[in-house]
Structures are given as structure tokens and as C-alpha cells.
């Protein structure tokens, strides 16, 4: 298994998963908006898009915009993560496998002078989350790397 950022070429299954997990696997009418936003983002950076490649093929994904906000004590550089659109196959899943990749992209984020991630959570992935660290605030779950 390569664990590894996205590219271009991963932006058809990347617009399935998002598909997937919005419950409209079937409709394509925001396939073209998914593409744009998905290479624009890309190619910009306020995107970074980890995936598990298992032989050519993408299984699992999460992303994160990035964004900067103002300055804070325990974030100098203001640069914030928001996680979003983790999903794993489901004959991949239960192998740990969006646990490394949440922990390869925090490495690689925090290489890029990111020192917060934020992320909204179902209740059934909340124990992953909090066994990478993550802390569950009012609002929404983060973490401090």
C-alpha cells in the first residue's frame, strides 16, 4: 500500500467518494462543479488530499482545506487544516488504513507550518479520531500538532 498526496489523476475517484458520502453515489449533475473545485484546489494548495494507493488504484482519501485565520498564542501562523471527505472502501476498511493516512498527511502538515486541524465527526468515527489525538470541543472535534 503507497501512501501518498493526490494528484490530477486521482480527481475521478476523489468526486466518487465525495459522491459516496453526500448519499448521491448515483447522480452526476456536480460532477463538473466537483472537478473544478477539486483541480483548482489542487493546483492552488488550499487543498492537500492524502490517498492509499494499492497498486494503481485509490482506496482510501481525507482531505484538507487549508485556510488562514488570525494569529493565536498556540497558532502563530494563523494556517488551520479543516479535515473533511475521509473515506475508505469498504473491502479496505477496518485495517487501520485511514488511521496512517490521517497520520502521514499530520506529519506532512505539520512540515508546512500547520499546527491546528479541525473536523466534524458522526459519533461512529469519533473513537479514531480521539485515538490520533483529536479532542472533542463544543462545536467540533481538533487537535493541536
Known sequence: MLFRK???????????FRKILLGHEDNSSMDETFRNYFDSSLSDKSLVVWVADDDGV?????CFC?????PRFDNPSGLVAYMTTVFTIPNYRRQGMASKLVREAIDDLKSQGIRKILLHSSDMAKPVYESLGFIEGKNYMSINI
Open 6 to 16: 493526490a494528484i490530477t489523476a486521482d480527481i475521478p475517484q476523489l468526486i466518487k
Open 58 to 62: 485509490v482506496v482510501s482519501s481525507v
Open 66 to 70: 487549508l485556510c488562514r485565520l488570525a
